[in-house]
């Protein structure tokens, strides 16, 4: 079974400075990726970044980067330069690249404030 | 805008109602899958269908059903609704043959009183 924590509930941070969020996974799965979604206060889920289990290089996509050390089985999104709509809740999540399906288990979600 | 619809936005219903939500994937996607958020159980898979089979079934309670159709779009029937039930149902469509994301809808926010 997979498991994924997330173990700050909110935090505050300064505009234009960089956050970095929490996140680690347990799972027994020999391939897996590892997924960041944003959720602003209208409610949609919006992707941010993958991360293969196998993957060398850690992902980038703008100002979003993921921190992945497989030893520690840590996977913690940066968000450099933030921005106020960057006050959103994050969600972490994992998906078993090898199951016939591909349900996304999700963690409980860090929520972040950026102040002005 | 993710390109995957739903409908309705909003549904406020009684209990031991019965709902139909309705969802329309990305053009082009045949993965289509929901999830269920909620305060005290958080964001749960319920099931996905892949080009109208039943792929993957996770926490999904008996009196849940969905079913994907010819047309790709997919409809979550929930039945004998109760207060529990309240949630914001999402859904979500993935690429064809590659790319591991999925892409979510607004939702649908329930509210059963």
């Known amino acids: 079974a997979q498991k994924i924590t997330q173990t700050q509930p909110g935090m505050f941070v300064q505009e234009k400075e960089a956050v970095t969020l929490d996140c680690t996974y347990d799972?027994?799965?020999?391939?897996?990726?590892l997924f960041w979604y944003k959720q602003p206060s209208s409610g949609e889920m919006i992707f941010l970044i993958y991360?293969?289990?196998?993957?060398?290089q850690n992902a980038t996509e703008g100002r979003y980067s993921l921190n992945f050390q497989k030893a520690r089985k840590s996977a913690n999104l940066v968000i450099s330069a933030s921005q106020l709509g960057d006050s959103a809740m994050y969600f972490c999540?994992?998906?078993?690249?090898?199951?016939?399906?591909?349900?996304?288990?999700f963690g409980g979600g860090t929520r972040v404030l950026v102040k002005p | 805008d993710s390109g995957v619809t739903q409908t309705p936005k909003h549904l406020i219903t009684a209990t031991g109602q019965r709902v139909t939500l309705r969802c329309s994937p990305r053009?082009?996607?045949?993965?289509v899958y929901w999830y269920q958020q909620s305060l005290d159980q958080g964001l749960q898979f319920l099931i996905q269908?892949?080009?109208?089979?039943?792929?993957a079934k996770g926490n999904i309670l008996e009196r849940f059903s969905a079913q994907q159709f010819p047309d790709l779009h997919s409809e979550l029937n929930l039945s004998s609704l109760e207060l529990g039930d309240s949630a914001l149902y999402f859904c979500?469509?993935?690429?064809?043959?590659?790319?591991?994301?999925?892409?979510f809808g607004p939702g649908t926010r329930l509210t059963v009183t």
């Open positions: 979500a469509s993935s690429p064809r043959g590659g790319g591991y994301e999925q892409y």
């Open positions: 799972t027994s799965d020999q391939s897996y990726g």
């Open positions: 991360q293969g289990s196998y993957d060398e």
């Open positions: 999540a994992m998906r078993d690249l090898l199951a016939a399906g591909n349900k996304l288990t």
């Open positions: 053009s082009g996607d045949l993965s």
């Open positions: 269908y892949y080009n109208g089979e039943e792929r």
